[in-house]
Nanobody, 117 residues
Framework: VQLQASGGGLVQAGGSLRLSCTVS????????MGWYCQAPGKERELVAV???????NATDSVKGRFTISRDNAKNTVYLQMNSLKPEDTAVYYC????????????WGQGTLVTVSS
């Protein structure tokens, strides 16, 4: 399983970015895809998740600003980030896990999001 993320970049506070992550390889239809972020000097933390069944969830700090969505036909998960703040600056990683390997998370390579004030 491979994950390819894209869409990071430099944006001013209040701006928007859209991250994309495509999963390829041995993919199971029942899965969870999501986004994590890791700011300098901090641990990686969950941003938002989306299940193949249609459920989504996001951490409180991004609710109302970030939206996770997915295209199952393309095995792609998106993170629409609006009203970005300098504190959103981090490397964003996409993640994938499936029902057959519930304790193993596959990771993308990370994409840097930098929000200037």
């Amino acid at each position: 399983v491979q994950l390819q993320a894209s869409g990071g970049g430099l944006v001013q506070a209040g701006g928007s970015l859209r991250l994309s992550c495509t999963v390829s390889g041995n993919i199971f239809s029942i899965n969870v895809m999501g986004w994590y972020c890791q700011a300098p000097g901090k641990e990686r933390e969950l941003v938002a998740v989306s299940t193949s069944g249609g459920s989504t969830n996001a951490t409180d700090s991004v609710k109302g600003r970030f939206t996770i969505s997915r295209d199952n036909a393309k095995n792609t998960v998106y993170l629409q980030m609006n009203s970005l703040k300098p504190e959103d600056t981090a490397v964003y990683y996409c993640a994938y896990l499936n029902i057959c390997e519930p304790t193993h998370t596959y990771w993308g390579q990370g994409t840097l999001v930098t929000v200037s004030s």
